[in-house]
């Protein structure tokens, strides 16, 4: 009997620079541009995201720009909803005063001060946690019964709901790590065709 698989797959490349220097409230800009951000026009998706959304019951993306368009662009544009629940963790810099770095510095800093409680105005650690709990759930609900789901979302709130996945009975069959483009292939067996087999 056909598994039940959930694709979670990482977005494109944002059509934003890297190379800028950044105080922290440059970067707090710089971050907010990222989510109104779409691919860059160059970036295409590769051979084996658009074989995988092709074999997906449901294609799901969050309601960021650059996951929709990843989405459209693995499927031929027939992305089967938008969920808000599967939106990145929130990068909120710290204040380090004049101090300037790129955008991918601030990224680390910035995630490692989220991670130890920081978060500004913005969502918690805790919350995420709660919200990728949830996010499990759903994509699980989803692909109940053999089905295949393939998810076009963020790289850190991707490794945030994997555990959440495990707990409901996934394992990672395929990992291709966190880069652009890159997904993990998880896969649980169909528990409804083993009781009906009973």
Same mark, same amino acid.
């Given at each position: 009997?056909?598994?039940?698989?959930?694709?979670?797959?990482?977005?494109?490349?944002?059509?934003?620079?890297?190379?800028?220097?950044?105080?922290?409230?440059?970067?707090?800009?710089?971050?907010?541009?990222?989510?109104?951000? #779409?691919?860059?026009?160059?970036? /295409?998706?590769? +051979? $084996?995201?658009?074989?995988? @959304? *092709? &074999?997906?019951?449901?294609?799901? !993306?969050?309601?960021?720009?650059?996951?929709?368009?990843?989405?459209?662009?693995?499927?031929?544009?027939?992305?089967?909803?938008?969920?808000?629940?599967?939106?990145?963790?929130?990068?909120?810099?710290?204040?380090?005063?004049?101090?300037?770095?790129?955008?991918?510095?601030?990224?680390?800093?910035?995630?490692?001060?989220?991670?130890?409680?920081?978060? #500004?105005?913005?969502?918690?650690? /805790?919350?995420? +946690? $709660?919200?990728?709990?949830? @996010? *499990? &759930?759903?994509?699980?609900?989803? !692909?109940?019964?053999?089905?295949?789901?393939?998810?076009?979302?963020?790289?850190?709130?991707?490794?945030?709901?994997?555990?959440?996945?495990?707990?409901?009975?996934?394992?990672?069959?395929?990992?291709?790590?966190?880069?652009?483009?890159?997904?993990?292939?998880?896969?649980?067996?169909?528990?409804?065709?083993?009781?009906?087999?009973?």
């Amino acid at each position: 009997m056909k598994p039940d698989i959930i694709i979670l797959a990482r977005h494109g490349e944002p059509d934003l620079s890297r190379r800028v220097r950044l105080n922290w409230r440059g970067y707090k800009y710089w971050w907010r541009l990222y989510d109104e951000a #779409g691919l860059k026009p160059t970036q /295409k998706a590769p +051979k $084996i995201i658009k074989t995988l @959304a *092709a &074999q997906a019951d449901l294609v799901i !993306a969050s309601t960021l720009p650059r996951a929709i368009e990843t989405a459209e662009q693995a499927c031929g544009g027939r992305v089967s909803r938008l969920e808000e629940v599967l939106v990145e963790a929130p990068l909120p810099p710290p204040n380090l005063g004049y101090f300037k770095f790129r955008p991918t510095t601030w990224g680390v800093v910035s995630r490692i001060s989220w991670c130890l409680g920081f978060s #500004g105005e913005g969502e918690s650690r /805790k919350e995420a +946690k $709660i919200r990728a709990k949830q @996010a *499990a &759930q759903l994509l699980s609900d989803e !692909a109940a019964g053999g089905k295949m789901i393939f998810v076009a979302a963020h790289g850190w709130f991707n490794r945030m709901i994997r555990p959440n996945l495990k707990q409901l009975g996934f394992e990672v069959v395929e990992d291709h790590g966190d880069l652009h483009w890159s997904y993990r292939r998880y896969e649980r067996p169909n528990v409804s065709a083993t009781e009906g087999g009973k």
